[in-house]
T-cell receptor, first 114, second 114 residues
Framework: GDSVTQMEGPVTLSEEAFLTINCTYT??????LFWYVQYPGEGLQLLLK?????DKGSNKGFEATYRKETTSFHLEKGSVQVSDSAVYFC?????????????FGTGTQLKVEL | DTGVSQNPRHKITKRGQNVTFRCDPI?????LYWYRQTLGQGPEFLTY????????KSRLLSDRFSAERPKGSFSTLEIQRTEQGDSAMYLC????????????FGQGTRLTVV
């Protein structure tokens, strides 16, 4: 079945540092890929998505590129802020299944310090 | 519209009791999903509705679990004879029809079985 593997946290960075959170996936079909973010006390929010190979999703300074050859969708940001502290989830959705349910990784907690 | 609403936000119940959660999706969204999230894990798919029809159920959804969406609007998730292993955050999400439309999540109902 489909699965998502992402790097374990917590990841602790200083403000303005470069961020990479690794994500790889296994899917039987040709999935769409997502990054969701969960801020403390809030629900999951879509951060960015990519629906086909070589697509780059971007939002709020975050980027991720759909790499079919390495089955990866790593999240990057050039300069993190304290306000980026949250839990980040990589997820996939296989559109051929009809339901478009999401399969999530275990989440990576990011802590950004001054 | 204020987004996906879930009630209650927290529920503490004794083992063996029945509990029911409610989800009010975004009004124009036909698709509604339930997920379960345990500590340190990503959300796991439970079930999915297209309007009032329940189209898919996960193996995680044992016979003690039942979900309904009677008029294609709000949905309820009932757990009968709760067990300590049912303690988790129960998340609801909704989306419009379409292959890669965004899923919007509620803040969840945190269930604690004592």
């Amino acid at each position: 079945g489909d699965s998502v593997t992402q790097m374990e946290g917590p990841v602790t960075l200083s403000e303005e540092a470069f961020l990479t959170i690794n994500c790889t996936y296994t899917a039987t079909g040709y999935p769409s890929l997502f990054w969701y973010v969960q801020y403390p006390g809030e629900g999951l929010q879509l951060l960015l998505k990519a629906t086909k190979a070589d697509d780059k999703g971007s939002n709020k300074g975050f980027e991720a590129t759909y790499r079919k050859e390495t089955t990866s969708f790593h999240l990057e940001k050039g300069s993190v802020q304290v306000s980026d502290s949250a839990v980040y989830f990589c997820a996939l959705s296989d559109p051929t299944g009809g339901g478009n349910k999401l399969t999530f990784g275990t989440g990576t907690q990011l802590k950004v310090e001054l | 519209d204020t987004g996906v609403s879930q009630n209650p936000r927290h529920k503490i119940t004794k083992r063996g009791q029945n509990v029911t959660f409610r989800c009010d999706p975004i009004s124009e969204h036909n698709r509604l999903y339930w997920y379960r999230q345990t500590l340190g894990q990503g959300p796991e798919f439970l079930t999915y509705f297209q309007n009032e029809a329940q189209l898919e159920k996960s193996r995680l959804l044992s016979d003690r679990f039942s979900a309904e969406r009677p008029k294609g609007s709000f949905s309820t998730l009932e757990i009968q004879r709760t067990e300590q292993g049912d303690s988790a955050m129960y998340l609801c999400a909704s989306r419009e029809d379409g292959v890669n439309t965004e899923a919007f999540f509620g803040q969840g109902t945190r269930l604690t079985v004592v």
